[in-house]
């Protein structure tokens, strides 16, 4: 077997010395290429070659989310084509890694290599759902390229959280939980549509959903993480199934304590629920279109601001070492 790991030398979580022994740990079961990204978009492009290629059999991500989210793109660049294309395996680390753990996958880098390498050895892999966002044809959106992602998209107040994220750690900050909620607390009191929201949710053969607030799409439970705590904002996403949307129209000072302790309180059972909160499961196709240009962002990569983005949902998309 031919394999290609796409390491991130600023993965928060993995030294320099752990990368040396799992690169060591791999190589010694498969013919390995290790490479080092050097810029950002690094991965999707090392992902793209190895699609392109007619020899590597397997690519590992070592890296957090946003490594991840690299690869999968660039694997995906030409459309899903499970049989065709290279295997999927990931070593998580990142500060979260939402879409490793929810494969089931340990959260230490280490002890995610060694379920890695049993797998492999037992053949054992899983074919996955992907989303894909586009900007929608006919408004001024059209033309913004397709981007996959791997387990959550949200176009609203949780992508202004990731980008106010985002520029934190440009000045220097460590990606931490205590910093999200920090930056949670400062968009909700500078949100300026939280009592009257500008996204309306349209889907084929239903009634739009309008003024919402906040929009979170999910391809899979849980949303994320904080530290070793799930958190289910759409329980019921699944890999096997299309994609779940979470709206919350109302985001007042009580609306807000209310939901965020149900999301802390969450389950596989029970998400968000009340008067409110719209919850819609399984969605082949749906558009989110917002009277004002808005944060969007895919597996907690901010990308800047949208006024209307077409999420597809497609099933069997990957296969992926589990």
């Given at each position: 077997?031919?394999?290609?790991?796409?390491?991130?030398?600023?993965?928060?979580?993995?030294?320099?010395?752990?990368?040396?022994?799992?690169?060591?740990?791999?190589?010694?079961?498969?013919?390995?290429?290790?490479?080092?990204?050097?810029?950002?978009?690094?991965?999707?492009?090392?992902?793209?070659?190895?699609?392109?290629?007619?020899?590597?059999?397997?690519?590992?991500?070592?890296?957090?989310?946003?490594?991840?989210?690299?690869?999968?793109?660039?694997?995906?660049?030409?459309?899903?084509?499970?049989?065709?294309?290279?295997?999927?395996?990931?070593?998580?680390g990142g500060s979260t890694n939402v879409?490793?753990?929810?494969?089931?996958?340990?959260?230490?880098?280490?002890?995610?290599?060694?379920?890695?390498?049993?797998?492999?050895?037992?053949?054992?892999?899983?074919?996955?759902?992907?989303?894909?966002?586009?900007?929608t044809p006919g408004t001024e959106d059209?033309?913004?390229?397709?981007?996959?992602?791997?387990?959550?998209?949200?176009?609203?107040?949780?992508?202004?959280?990731?980008?106010?994220?985002?520029?934190?750690?440009?000045?220097?900050?460590?990606?931490?939980?205590?910093?999200?909620?920090?930056?949670?607390?400062?968009?909700?009191?500078?949100?300026?549509?939280?009592?009257?929201?500008?996204?309306?949710?349209?889907?084929?053969?239903?009634?739009?959903?309008?003024?919402?607030?906040?929009?979170?799409?999910?391809?899979?439970?849980?949303?994320?993480?904080?530290?070793?705590?799930?958190?289910?904002?759409?329980?019921?996403?699944?890999?096997?199934?299309?994609?779940?949307?979470?709206?919350?129209?109302?985001?007042?000072?009580?609306?807000?304590?209310?939901?965020?302790?149900?999301?802390?309180?969450?389950?596989?059972?029970?998400?968000?629920?009340?008067?409110?909160?719209?919850?819609?499961?399984?969605?082949?196709?749906?558009?989110?279109?917002?009277?004002?240009?808005?944060?969007?962002?895919?597996?907690?990569?901010?990308?800047?601001?949208?006024?209307?983005?077409?999420?597809?949902?497609?099933?069997?998309?990957l296969r992926v070492i589990v």
């Amino acid at each position: 077997m031919r394999a290609l790991l796409v390491v991130n030398p600023a993965a928060t979580t993995t030294s320099a010395r752990t990368r040396d022994v799992l690169i060591h740990a791999l190589a010694s079961e498969m013919k390995l290429e290790a490479v080092t990204t050097e810029y950002r978009g690094h991965a999707r492009d090392l992902g793209r070659q190895a699609a392109e290629s007619q020899d590597v059999d397997l690519v590992v991500a070592l890296g957090g989310d946003g490594t991840v989210n690299e690869v999968v793109n660039g694997l995906l660049h030409a459309g899903p084509d499970p049989e065709r294309l290279p295997r999927l395996a990931v070593v998580p680390g990142g500060s979260t890694n939402v879409f490793a753990r929810a494969l089931g996958l340990p959260n230490d880098a280490v002890e995610a290599t060694g379920a890695l390498l049993d797998a492999l050895r037992e053949g054992s892999e899983q074919t996955v759902g992907m989303g894909i966002a586009a900007g929608t044809p006919g408004t001024e959106d059209e033309g913004v390229p397709e981007r996959w992602f791997t387990f959550c998209a949200g176009l609203g107040f949780d992508a202004g959280v990731v980008g106010r994220v985002e520029q934190q750690r440009e000045r220097g900050k460590r990606s931490t939980h205590a910093l999200y909620l920090r930056q949670v607390v400062r968009q909700f009191l500078q949100e300026p549509n939280r009592r009257h929201g500008t996204i309306t949710l349209e889907r084929p053969g239903a009634d739009p959903v309008t003024d919402l607030v906040l929009s979170i799409v999910c391809n899979t439970a849980p949303w994320t993480y904080l530290g070793n705590r799930p958190v289910y904002a759409a329980p019921k996403a699944s890999f096997d199934t299309g994609l779940d949307v979470l709206g919350l129209s109302r985001m007042s000072t009580v609306a807000v304590a209310r939901y965020a302790t149900q999301l802390l309180t969450s389950s596989p059972e029970r998400g968000p629920q009340g008067k409110h909160a719209a919850s819609l499961h399984d969605l082949d196709q749906f558009t989110l279109h917002s009277k004002v240009p808005l944060p969007l962002q895919m597996d907690g990569d901010h990308l800047g601001l949208r006024t209307s983005v077409t999420f597809t949902g497609v099933r069997r998309a990957l296969r992926v070492i589990v």
